[in-house]
């Protein structure tokens, strides 16, 4: 059973920056995968951006080059680095990973983030 703790939402302007954490504990299952999502009001959860093996890095395309997902070395901890926050960005973001042989998705329970003047 793999529990995800997230922090570091909060409210910012657009331009501005915030720094999102997650750990995952609880499993002795690998982790293969850990990333974001995010979901706005009305809207379905969406791929932010995941790290598989510590090593490759997928991002949502309107995220490119803002945003910078990382994994600690030796550690199921994870950050996602936002820069040039825009009020599209708003939302809840979710910590998730993939792990074990039957490849289960756990969820974290979600942090806000609104970029807003």
């Known amino acids: 059973q793999v529990q995800l703790v997230e922090s570091g939402g909060g409210l910012v302007q657009p331009g501005g920056s915030l720094r999102l954490s997650c750990a995952a504990s609880?499993?002795?299952?690998?982790?293969?995968?850990m990333g974001w999502y995010r979901q706005a009001p009305g809207e379905g959860r969406e791929l932010v951006a995941n790290i598989a093996d510590g090593l490759s890095k997928n991002y949502a395309d309107s995220v490119k080059g803002r945003f910078t997902i990382s994994q600690e070395k030796g550690k199921n901890t994870i950050h996602l680095q936002m820069d040039n926050l825009k009020p599209e960005d708003t939302a809840v973001y979710y910590c998730n990973t993939v792990s074990g042989v039957s490849l289960r998705l756990h969820w974290g329970q979600g942090t806000q983030v609104t970029v807003s003047s």
């Open positions: 609880g499993s002795i299952e690998p982790i293969y995968v």
